[in-house]
């Protein structure tokens, strides 16, 4: 907001009225973070518009169709899509760690390499949590099974999607699955097939898929340790992709030892 002499056209005050609020937030694993957000119609907004990449988590709230429209172009998500809060005390697990993983993702970027966001040129990224209900997963098709509840993905334009998991009780392959935004090197991992996109344009197949992959291991794990004390257990970086998403821990792939799993 400026005010202007209205004799001389000279600045005489300005201020921001950018009404950015920064909260607080319990996440997957039980660990407090910080939540940027913005309030918007008496509502805490998961909107952070505290960097210089526009960050929004949206909750889809297990609506599949929503989803998959949104994915597929046929409809777009606005302020009642977004995560939201009464009092800025965000209690969504799934919420908390997209939003803020997003952006320690981003921090990341730009303090270690001096990259400004994806594209190197901000570009917003938009997180989508809950876009499967899990109550509904002994239904769901394997197809929806295998990329909405055990799997993350990046949808390009700075668009990510985070799978449901499954019910506490409810164990696959032996595993206890959590939300798939509880990883940081998960996060970082997808959020870096973005930079790829934007850079060395590898297509997803055959080799240059398998260095696309790798590309986005080497980061997700960097992330890691940059964030994370190095150790074993969760909230610990290791070599050791998503390792946090299960009980008992495990993980997908090792880069200590690619032989594991």
Known sequence: VYFIDARTGDLVSSYSDLQTEVGTGTGVLGDQKKVSTTLSSSMYRAWDQMRPATIYTFDL???????QNFLNGLVTLGLSDMSASTNNTWTDPATVDAHAY?????????????????????????SVVH????????????????????NAFYAGDGVMVYGEGLPPDVTVGG??????????DVVAHEL???????????IYRNESGALNES???????????YYEPAGS????????????LTTPMSGFRSMANPGAF
Not at 131 to 150: E, F, G, I, S
Not at 192 to 202: A, K, N, Q
Request: positive net charge; aromatic residues 18%; proline residues 2%.
């Open 61 to 67: 709230k297990g609506d599949l169709t929503r989803t």
């Open 102 to 126: 997003t952006g320690w993702t981003f921090d990341y970027y730009y303090k270690r390499f001096d990259r400004s966001g994806l594209d190197g040129r901000n570009l917003t990224m938009r």
């Open 131 to 150: 876009p499967v209900n899990r109550a509904d997963w002994k239904t769901a098709t394997l197809p929806v099974l295998n990329l909405y509840y055990l």
């Open 175 to 184: 595993y206890k699955w959590h939300y798939f935004a509880g990883a940081l």
């Open 192 to 202: 870096t097939h973005g930079v790829t996109d934007y850079s060395s344009r590898l």
């Open 215 to 225: 590309f986005s291991d080497m980061m997700g794990t960097s992330a890691e340790f």
């Open 233 to 244: 257990g969760y909230l610990k970086a290791d070599y050791t992709l998503g390792e946090d």
